[in-house]
């Protein structure tokens, strides 16, 4: 099967840079994903890596190291409104759908 | 606007009562998937579908079933064998690839 392990909570100050990790557990490897969920809302797509290293979308960027089977998604130039849940997602060859680590709940404060 | 829509947002089941959880998607992906999440826990996988007239299982597929008779469509019904069916259920549906997942808003469920 597949297993993710992320830190449940993240705590930062506006205008900072945070980092989320995520390890990951799986049998055949097909990318690790990440979203964010605002309290209430459904889940929304951030960023893929299939390949390592680091891929960068505005102020998101998220990094893969297949050996390591680690990944994170860095934030930077923190704003209020990014205070929300994000999870990592890894999916499987052998099962083509995506398994979602527990969550960070990110607080981003003044 | 392509999409995907979740109907109804809240919804009340009695004890013993199946239900059923809509989810259309007009964005022509041919894979759906259904996931439940409970307060401050991750998604976890129902069933998926990656074609018209398949679907399989995934990790808490009991008490639950689903059909997908049209490309736009993946209902879920919650039936009364699922013991504990209060959570938010998610639908989601992707294109080529598989890994940009597209959610709907969600539908609330409550075990009255």
């Known amino acids: 099967g597949q297993s993710l392990e992320q830190p449940s909570e993240v705590t930062a100050v506006e205008g900072a840079i945070v980092q989320i990790n995520c390890t990951y557990q799986?049998?055949?490897?097909?990318?690790l994903s990440w979203y964010q969920q605002h309290d209430g809302g459904a889940p929304t797509f951030l960023s893929y890596?299939?390949?390592?290293g680091l891929e960068e979308t505005g102020r998101f960027s998220s990094f893969l190291s297949r050996s390591d089977s680690y990944g994170y998604l860095l934030l930077q130039e923190l704003q209020m409104k990014d205070s929300a849940s994000y999870f990592c997602a890894v999916g499987d060859t052998g099962r083509r759908a995506l398994t979602f680590g527990s969550g960070t709940r990110l607080q981003v404060q003044p | 606007d392509g999409g995907i829509t979740q109907s109804p947002k809240y919804l009340f089941r009695k004890e013993g009562q199946n239900v059923t959880l809509s989810c259309e998607q007009n964005l022509n992906h041919d894979a759906m998937y259904w996931y439940r999440q409970d307060p401050g826990q991750g998604l976890r996988l129902i069933y998926y579908s990656q074609i018209v007239n398949d679907f399989q299982k995934g990790d808490i597929a009991e008490g639950y079933s689903v059909s997908r008779e049209k490309k736009e469509s993946f209902p879920l019904t919650v039936t009364s064998a699922q013991k504990n069916p209060t959570a938010f259920y998610l639908c989601?549906?992707?294109?080529?690839?598989?890994?940009?997942?597209?959610f709907g808003s969600g539908t609330r469920l409550t075990v009255v």
């Open positions: 890596n299939a390949l390592d």
């Open positions: 989601a549906s992707s294109g080529p690839g598989g890994h940009g997942y597209t």
């Open positions: 799986t049998s055949g490897f097909y990318g």
